[in-house]
Structures are given as C-alpha cells and as structure tokens.
C-alpha cells in the first residue's frame, strides 16, 4: 500500500506530489518495506517477498511453511494495491480522463503517453501497480532483476551472521530497508525494481481487474521478468551464503 502509494503519489495528476521524482519512490517503498518488517516481523519472521522466502528455504532446508507464506504475500500485495486505488480514487479518475494523458480531439504529446507507446501496452497508470523497463531487452531486464535481488538477499542473509548469529534484533528492519532504497537509487532505473515477485505480479493482477477508465493494457508479456528474475537472485544469494558463510 505504502509503496504503491508513492507510486500513485508522483504519477498522478492531480496529487500534491506530482511529479516529486525518483528519489522519492526509492525513499518512500524503503520506508514502505520498513514499516511492513516491523509489523510483519513477529508473526512470521517479515516474510514479505517469495524471493526471500526460497532464498530462506534453500538456506535452512525448510518448506513447510512456503506455500502459506506466498499465499499471504500475494494476498498482501493485491489488498495493498486496492487500498491505493480506494485512498487515490479520485485522482486516478481524473488523470484518466485528462485528454493529455489519455489523448483525445485536441491533446497534446505527453510523456506518460510516450512511455505508454514505448512499453507496447502498459496503460498510463500500470506504473502505480507494477514494473516496466526503460528499454525493452529481455536479457538486460532479466539480469537487471537477479542482480538487484541477489543484492537484496545476500545483505538480508548476512545479517544473521552479526551479535554471535542473531541478527541485528530491531536494527534489522531500518537496516534491509535502506538497503532498498540503495538498490533503489542505483538498480533500479532500468527496470523500476521490482525484486519481489508478489509486489509486481498481485498488484499487475488488481491493475487488471480494477474498472479504471481508459487504463490500458497490464503489459503481461513482460509480467514473467518480474517473477522469474528475483527468484532467481534470491536462489543464488542464498547458494552463495551456503558456500561462503555457513
């Protein structure tokens, strides 16, 4: 919710944060992450992120639990992305019937309606719940996901290996969330960072599905990057702290 609502934020016409920039959503989905750490944390060890749920798995050899946790990450995803559009009601409206972002007789070339143009499909808000690249190419974006993500679970993984093998206790969460803003600020240009599987796929679904005018298209043929590239980040973190640290 925090994070799409950075998102929703900085795109979205009329909102008072228009156009704030890219530092902001590095800051405001770091922020997001910490908040959901720390709520989270008790219950279930902040699982938040199938990519950190495998890596956990293959470093611990323990499953039971994975199906319950993606269950609740994906849900968790969906209900914040409908929780965005329920606090942004009214301006996604009105930027969806802006003609300037949405054309029309009389309306001018944007820059929404160019990335619109670039992304093949992706409507003018698909930014708000999910993804995409600047440039389009598969491998590149792929890499770009695994490496941010494999950056994400190695400083994750590691901080167990602080205070005699118990972690940094509550420094933990502001510690992994400035770690996303850092991921933020120097990955995430290419492709917007997912590194989380649930927060791009469940809120691309609630994109869908949500009756938004003149929204476009959720861009599904890139939908699978997003999924397959921080999973796989996260598997090689986690063979990696296996071979160098346990």
């Known amino acids: 919710m925090l994070g799409g609502g950075v998102c929703a934020a900085v795109t979205l016409k009329a909102s008072k ?65 409908t929780l965005v559009w329920v606090a942004y009601y009214g301006q996604f409206l009105a930027h969806l019937t802006d003609k300037e972002i949405v054309g029309g007789p009389g309306a001018q070339a944007t820059a929404a309606k160019a990335v619109e143009a670039q992304e093949k499909g992706a409507g003018p808000v698909l930014g708000v719940f999910s993804t995409g690249p600047e440039i389009r190419h598969t491998v590149q974006n792929l890499a770009t996901e695994i490496v941010g993500t494999f950056v994400l679970l190695l400083a994750i993984l590691t901080q167990g290996l602080n205070d ?30 997912a590194i989380n599987p649930a927060r791009d796929l469940g809120p691309r679904i609630v994109h869908a599905l949500l009756p938004l005018p003149n929204k476009g298209g959720s861009d599904w043929s890139y939908a699978w990057v997003p999924v397959v590239g921080p999973l796989i980040g996260g598997a090689l973190a986690a063979g990696l702290y296996n071979v160098a640290f346990a």
């Open 164 to 193: 005699a093998g118990n972690g940094l206790g509550v420094l933990g969460g502001l510690i992994t969330a400035l770690v996303v803003v850092s991921i933020g600020l120097s990955l995430g240009g290419p492709t917007g960072y």
């Open 17 to 81: 944060a228009r156009n704030a920039g890219w530092l902001a959503i590095a800051f405001g989905w770091g922020f997001a992450v910490m908040t959901a750490v720390y709520i989270a944390g008790p219950l279930s060890g902040a699982h938040l992120n199938p990519a950190v749920t495998v890596a956990l798995a293959l470093k611990d050899g323990e499953w039971g639990n994975v199906p319950v946790y993606f269950a609740g990450e994906f849900l968790g995803a969906m209900i914040g992305a």
